[in-house]
C-alpha cells in the first residue's frame, strides 16, 4: 500500500492539503519507465475489450488517468477542506485487496497497483471528483456528466460491489436516467 496506514490511523482530521502532500511523497518516486509499465499493462489489458470501445478505453485509462501521476507531481492548489477519514480507511482496505490479486495476475510490475492508488486517492479525496473523468464512455456509449452540481456515473450500482472497481468510494453518483435501466435488466 503506497501511503503508511499507521501514520494516518494516528490523525483524527487530515486535511486535503496534507493529503496531497503524502501523494507527492509517493508520486515522486514514480518514474516514467514505471509509467511506460502500467501503459503496457493497459495496453494488454485493451486486447480483451471489444473492438469499437478500444481506443475509449485507452484514451480513459491512459491519458485521463496513468497520466494524471504528473498532474499529482505538479499539483500546487492549496486545499484545505478534511478528508473523511472512515471513507479513507476504507478504501485502503479496497486497495489493499485490489493490490494483492493485481500483482497475483501480473507480478512483474509492482508499480502499476502504486499509480492506480496514488491517482484514485488524489481524485477523490483532494480534488473531490469521480475518478473517471467527466466525458469518459463506457460501452454502449454511455458517459459520467457532471450536472452543474454533481457528478453522475452510468456504472456506478452496477459495479460498486465488483471487487476490482474503485466504484466503492468514487464520489460520482449513479446517473439517475439509467439507474432504471439498469435495475429492469437485472430482473
Do not use: W
Not at 470501445?53 to 501521476?69: E, P, Q, T, V, W
Not at 484545505?80 to 507480478?107: A, G, H, N, R, W
Not at 475518478?131 to 457528478?151: A, L, Q
Not at 456504472?155 to 460491489?161: F, L, R, S
Amino acid at each position: 500500500m503506497i501511503l503508511n496506514r499507521d501514520k494516518l490511523e494516528d490523525n483524527i482530521d487530515i486535511t486535503r492539503r496534507e493529503l496531497l502532500r503524502l501523494l507527492k511523497s509517493e508520486a515522486v518516486k514514480i518514474h516514467i519507465t514505471h509509467i511506460m509499465k502500467a501503459c503496457n499493462y493497459l495496453i494488454e489489458e485493451g486486447k480483451y475489450v471489444q473492438p469499437g470501445y478500444r481506443k475509449k478505453f485507452y484514451d480513459a485509462y491512459i491519458k485521463s488517468f496513468i497520466l494524471r501521476i504528473k498532474e499529482i507531481k505538479e499539483d500546487k492548489n492549496i486545499y484545505s477542506d478534511t478528508v473523511d477519514m472512515d471513507e479513507l480507511k476504507e478504501s485502503f482496505t479496497l486497495l489493499e485487496e485490489q493490490e494483492k490479486i493485481m500483482m497475483e495476475i501480473y507480478p512483474k510490475d509492482p508499480y502499476f497497483p502504486i499509480i492506480y492508488q496514488i491517482i484514485s486517492i488524489y481524485t477523490s479525496f483532494v480534488l473531490d471528483e469521480p475518478i473517471h473523468v467527466v466525458g469518459t464512455e463506457f460501452p454502449g456509449g454511455f458517459k459520467v456528466k457532471f450536472d452543474g452540481e454533481k457528478y453522475l456515473c452510468p456504472v456506478k450500482e452496477k459495479q460498486k460491489t465488483n471487487p476490482n472497481a474503485v466504484c466503492g468510494f468514487c464520489i460520482a453518483e449513479q446517473d439517475p436516467e439509467l439507474f432504471e435501466d439498469i435495475t429492469q435488466s437485472e430482473n
